[in-house]
């Protein structure tokens, strides 16, 4: 595709119900990241991928996350038993570099735990 | 660790200039990035800095000092939709984002 898109664009779901996030990166990108934003807040780093090797999960804030990421290509991140604090914005984002460089964001998955 | 220092808001005219500090601290360096993100949207990518001195990219110019830990993001004519947040990122150790600096460009 012309760019990173994820999927849903919104989800709505009960405290503590898993939910699972899609992102698609651009084709040929070697590094995929996935972030959070809060209402009004920065961005926080979660999960780095990078091509074959281990990738960097210092962002995770707790072991109910855990993100993967099939063939080099798509990465789905996986939130278990869901709370409100989990409520943001949740963003990918794909690169050329596999050290940074240059990143296209996706449109981001709202969610909202009720 | 890495922090990273940013002006929560700034207002500006019209066609001028304004330039946006940042101030970080990292262990490792390698690269300083600055991004634009309008409100509801994400954010896209506006100039990259690994070697100290000025990059320039039409009307936003970028400067980094490594030995002073400090970049800036100059924006010249300025319009009505230069209106948006500005993020300072740095890949240190790891990918860090700053807390952005809210742009407010007045008639």
């Known amino acids: 595709g012309a760019g990173v898109s994820q999927s849903p664009s919104n989800k709505v779901t009960e405290k503590g119900k898993d939910v699972e996030l899609r992102c698609d990166p651009i084709?040929?990108?070697?590094?995929l990241y996935w972030y959070r934003q809060s209402l009004g807040q920065g961005l926080e780093f979660l999960i780095y991928?990078?091509?074959?090797?281990?990738?960097?999960k210092s962002g995770l804030p707790s072991d109910r996350f855990s993100a993967e990421r099939t063939g080099g290509s798509v990465s789905t991140l996986t939130i278990q038993r869901t709370q409100q604090e989990d409520s943001a914005v949740y963003l990918c984002a794909s690169s050329a570099w596999d050290r940074g460089g240059e990143q296209y964001f996706g449109p981001g998955t709202r969610l909202t735990v009720t | 660790g890495q922090n990273i220092d940013q002006p929560t808001e700034m207002t500006a005219t019209e066609g001028a200039i304004v330039q946006i500090n940042c101030t970080y601290q990292t262990s490792g360096f390698n690269g300083l990035f600055w991004y634009q993100q309008h409100a509801g949207e994400a954010p896209t990518f506006l100039s990259y800095?690994?070697?100290?001195g000025l990059e320039e990219k039409g009307r936003f110019s970028s400067f980094l000092s490594r030995s002073k830990g400090y970049s800036y993001l100059l924006l010249k004519e300025l319009q009505m939709k230069d209106s948006a947040s500005y993020l300072c990122a740095v890949y240190g150790q790891n990918f860090v984002f700053g807390p952005g600096t809210r742009l407010s460009v007045l008639p």
């Open positions: 991928f990078q091509g074959n090797s281990a990738p960097d």
């Open positions: 084709s040929g990108h070697t590094a």
């Open positions: 800095n690994v070697l100290d």
